[in-house]
């Protein structure tokens, strides 16, 4: 089972202040991906996919204003080999971890969903 979790970001805060603050907090430098026209950086941390991109369309739905987020962090742990629950957990707590750092060290609002169908967190300055 693959839960990915979402930080929606917004706030006066730029991309490349997401993508420094992230690299800073978990050590790694995020790639760019050449498969896409976006901007789209990935890193592997702990066996965790996180990916940054903006800009990301998606329609308000489940009662989260997806429009009001102009950047989107996902966290994936299907390549984690973890049972599904501790998988989850894990998931959540990193995505807490990054989000409130993002809000601290950039002062922007984020909030955590599962599978965007369920708010998770929010954290605000």
């Known amino acids: 089972m693959s839960n990915t979790l979402s930080i929606l970001v917004r706030g ?3 991309f490349v202040s997401i993508k420094d603050c ?3 907090f978990v050590g ?3 790639t760019k991906s050449e498969e896409v026209d976006w901007n789209l950086y990935e890193a592997y941390v702990l ?3 996180i990916s940054l991109f903006d800009e990301p369309g998606f329609v ?3 009662g989260i204003m997806f429009s009001q987020y102009p950047f989107v962090i996902d966290v994936d742990t299907a390549s984690m080999t973890l049972e599904d629950d501790i998988k989850q957990d894990c998931s959540k707590c ?3 971890l990054l989000a409130n750092t993002l809000t601290k060290h950039v002062h922007c609002d984020c909030v955590v969903v599962e599978n965007l169908q ?3 967190a929010t ?3």
Do not use: Q
């Open 118 to 120: 369920r708010v998770v």
């Open 47 to 49: 066996g965790m996919h």
């Open 22 to 24: 992230l690299e800073s």
């Open 94 to 96: 990193f995505s807490s």
């Open 123 to 125: 954290f605000t300055p």
């Open 12 to 14: 006066n805060v730029s």
């Open 60 to 62: 308000d739905d489940s």
């Open 28 to 30: 790694h430098r995020f």
